[in-house]
Structure formats: structure tokens, C-alpha cells
């Protein structure tokens, strides 16, 4: 079993519509959760982390932890054409010296 | 552009021989940690280095190997390539030890062995 699982998808939505992305996780000494979105051909950039139970809200984006469940989403409201990337969710320990990633969820909006 | 570096950007080599790739951290961030990403997989951790020591190591062999210098630009050596070596190579920079919320990453180096 993989530490990080994420549908591989490919997910399509239209413009404008709601993109949910999911992770589970299977450590649970991770402590932090973080979302990296991943364009064809270029290295990871980061869209938000989080660490407490709950919603994170950053413009579009709201990150969802439940670690009772060891769960992870990220939603993307209002998505864009532009939002079209692979999206990689990743979990830490306490030191964070050991990141681990899944696999990425390719989502494709159309316009 | 995260102001990370990584050169070269494409290396070819062969089974068997040893491969050195580098990266610049960003000005201001004393931690460098390389990940080993498959095509089509998510990257996966090989080694952190915090001012000039190892700090924490993913499930690579020794010949996976690397330095930090004085001013935290990083090297990775890889011994003995095989052919599942082949991957993009990225390095992340960061401030601080501890937890560490924000990484950012090179434009990776591509390594085909052959």
C-alpha cells in the first residue's frame, strides 16, 4: 500500500465548474498535508499546505484535512483552462526532511 | 521562477557510470533536499541537507550520495547507474530546520541512463 494514494484520473470539469481532488494517506505520524500542482514539464510549485483539521481557504483554493478519516482534498473553485495540470498531494513528519507524494491527479478543464 | 537552479538540465549516461547534478538554492534558504521523480509518478524524497548535514534520508541506497557547501548550493552523486536511475532529479530549497511549510523547486534535471 502506498503512504499517499490519489485517483490518477484524468478528472475533467468544465470552465467555471468545482474541481474536487482527493488524497488519502496511510501514516499517521504525517503531520502536515500540502498540495503541489505540477504543469507537463515542469517542476512542482506549491498551492497551499495544511495542518489542522478543517478547511483552508486561499483565493480559489480550499484545502480540507480530516485526520480521523486521513484524509486530504483540495477543491478549485470557478476552475480555468489554466488550472489544467497534474496536482500532487504530499505529507510530512514533524521534521519535514520526509516528504511523500502520490502519484498526482491530472485535471483537465475544458473550456 | 523560484530562483532555484539546477544544472545540467538533460544528462545521458551508462549503465554503470557516476553521475553528479547540482542545484542553487534560493538567496536566504540553508535547506536542500533532492527527490527522484519516474515518469508519471510523484517525486520521491532521497535526502534533505540543513547547513551542511544530512537531515533525514528516503529509501535510496548509498549509492545515492550528496554534499551541501558553505553557501547551501547542493550536490547529488549517483554511483553505479542503472537504468531504473532514469528520472527527472529535483531539488527543493527551504528556510530552516523543523517543520518546513514552504519548498520550492528547481526545473529538475532529466538523467537517462542508457
Known amino acids: 500500500q502506498k503512504e499517499v494514494e490519489q485517483n490518477s484520473g484524468p478528472l475533467s470539469v468544465p470552465e467555471g465548474a468545482i474541481a474536487s481532488l482527493n488524497c488519502t494517506y496511510s501514516?499517521?505520524?504525517?503531520?502536515?498535508f500540502f498540495w503541489y500542482r505540477q504543469y507537463s514539464g515542469k517542476s512542482p510549485e506549491l498551492i497551499m499546505f495544511?495542518?489542522?483539521?478543517g478547511d483552508k481557504e486561499d483565493g480559489r483554493f480550499t484545502a480540507q484535512l480530516n485526520k480521523a478519516s486521513q484524509y486530504v482534498s483540495l477543491l478549485i473553485r470557478d476552475s480555468q483552462p489554466s488550472d489544467s495540470a497534474t496536482y500532487l498531494c504530499?505529507?510530512?513528519?514533524?521534521?519535514?526532511?520526509?516528504?511523500?507524494f502520490g502519484a498526482g491527479t491530472r485535471l483537465t478543464v475544458k473550456p | 521562477e523560484t530562483g532555484v537552479t539546477q544544472s545540467p538540465t538533460h544528462l545521458i549516461k551508462t549503465r554503470g557510470q557516476q553521475v553528479t547534478l547540482r542545484c542553487s538554492s534560493q538567496?536566504?534558504?540553508?535547506?536542500v533536499s533532492w527527490y527522484q521523480q519516474a515518469l508519471g509518478q510523484g517525486p520521491q524524497f532521497i535526502f534533505q541537507?540543513?547547513?551542511?548535514?544530512?537531515?533525514g534520508r528516503g529509501n535510496f541506497p548509498p549509492r545515492f550520495s550528496g554534499l551541501q557547501f558553505p553557501n547551501y548550493s547542493s550536490e547529488l552523486n549517483v554511483n553505479a547507474l542503472e537504468l531504473d536511475d532514469s528520472a527527472l532529479y529535483l531539488c527543493?530549497?527551504?528556510f530552516g530546520q523543523g517543520v518546513i511549510y514552504e519548498q520550492y523547486f528547481g526545473p529538475g534535471t532529466r538523467l537517462t541512463v542508457t
Open positions: 504530499a505529507g510530512s513528519n514533524y521534521n519535514n526532511n520526509d516528504m511523500r
Open positions: 495544511i495542518y489542522s483539521n
Open positions: 527543493a530549497s527551504s
Open positions: 501514516d499517521r505520524g504525517s503531520q502536515s
Open positions: 538567496s536566504g534558504h540553508n535547506t
Open positions: 541537507y540543513y547547513r551542511e548535514e544530512e537531515n
